[in-house]
């Protein structure tokens, strides 16, 4: 009975060996408002550009370009990160990121064709979700491309190319060079010194016939 009643007192238990805690709402908005911002932007100034080469009114134009730029960057941000955190557990890394994307391109691109027309609302889902998709499969093959190459870095990395002017050399050739230069310059040095030798020769050979002119006048007094 007593085990019955203190059973009672405490709250169901809900977590779940390997559950994550619940999503704050703030970290979905706040970082998908400042991607959507940045897309906004980049939309107003493509449609102000667009409005003035079609000579349409680039002040509407360009609103309306902002709008849809913000909807398309801030919808697809949060729904990727959605996505990204039911799909953790069952899919790889890779193949969870390119539904994530594909997910997240369609309910942009369906909302985006939506600001449009209706009629706009299946060819925008198909089209962003595969943009989406095959955007992360290639971002995907350059990031593990990159990531055999961070272990071969050590040893030369973008030096070993067959087009790097700068080649990396390992220790026993290094000394080679080191020893073939220390040869030069040894030879350097003997070149010096016998030039020096032959400076001082002909320094002697010139000083030598006037001091044996004085000599022969000495005598003859």
């Not at 979905?28 to 906004?40: F, H």
């Amino acid at each position: 009975m007593v085990d019955d009643g203190s059973k009672k007192g405490l709250p169901p238990s809900s977590s779940q060996p390997g559950a994550l805690p619940p999503l704050d709402f703030m970290d979905v908005v706040s970082p998908a408002l400042q991607v959507g911002s940045l897309t906004g932007i980049s939309g107003l100034l493509f449609g102000a550009v667009s409005g003035v080469i079609r000579s349409t009114t680039p002040t509407l134009f360009a609103l309306a370009s902002g709008l849809q730029w913000f909807t398309l960057g801030s919808t697809f941000y949060a729904t990727r990160t959605i996505v990204l955190r039911e799909l953790h557990a069952d899919t790889g890394e890779s193949a969870r990121k390119i539904s994530a994307s594909a997910i997240a391109g369609g309910v942009s691109g369906g909302i985006g064709g939506l600001l449009r027309s209706r009629r706009n609302v299946l060819p925008g889902t198909l089209i962003f979700a595969t943009f989406g998709a095959l955007g992360q499969a290639a971002y995907n093959y350059a990031d593990s491309r990159e990531g055999r190459k961070e272990g071969e870095g050590e040893k030369g990395g973008w030096l070993d190319s067959r087009w790097s002017p700068v080649k990396a050399l390992s220790d026993e050739e290094y000394g080679k060079i080191l020893e073939e230069r220390l040869l030069k310059i040894e030879a350097e040095i003997a070149l010096v010194d016998e030039s020096i030798r032959e400076v001082k020769k002909e320094a002697a050979a010139t000083t030598a016939p006037p001091t044996a002119v004085a000599t022969k006048t000495d005598g003859k007094k």
